[in-house]
């Protein structure tokens, strides 16, 4: 049944032009240099720290790190995170 469904997702991103995180549920992180992210369609937040933030998403885990973090706004699907960030990983669980 998930093969089916990816293939639906597919179908209507490419015929109707919706955008690919709303049809497939994926993340969308909008990042301002190294100071802010802002990260919607995540499924809550596994660990924080003044280093490090971890996202739990669909398909795995989104890390954010670097120093000075501080959450400035935080709802069940969005978050924004301030702060030097110095990477953004994607990891499989």
Same mark, same amino acid.
């Given at each position: 049944?998930?093969?089916?469904?990816?293939?639906?997702?597919?179908?209507?991103? =490419? /015929?109707?032009?919706?955008?690919?995180?709303?049809?497939?549920?994926?993340?969308?992180?909008?990042?301002? #240099?190294?100071? $802010? &992210?802002?990260?919607?369609? $995540?499924?809550?937040?596994?660990?924080?720290? /003044?280093? =490090?933030?971890?996202?739990?998403?669909? =398909?795995?885990?989104?890390?954010?790190? #670097?120093?000075?973090?501080? &959450?400035?706004? &935080?709802?069940?699907?969005? &978050?924004?995170?301030?702060?030097?960030?110095?990477?953004?990983?994607?990891?499989?669980?």
């Amino acid at each position: 049944m998930g093969k089916l469904r990816q293939q639906v997702s597919k179908w209507m991103m =490419q /015929n109707l032009e919706l955008p690919a995180d709303a049809v497939m549920d994926l993340p969308r992180i909008t990042m301002i #240099g190294q100071l $802010h &992210i802002y990260i919607e369609n $995540h499924r809550g937040v596994k660990a924080f720290s /003044n280093e =490090q933030l971890k996202l739990k998403l669909k =398909q795995g885990t989104l890390v954010i790190s #670097g120093r000075e973090f501080v &959450i400035k706004t &935080i709802l069940p699907e969005e &978050i924004l995170l301030e702060g030097t960030i110095s990477s953004v990983d994607f990891e499989n669980d």
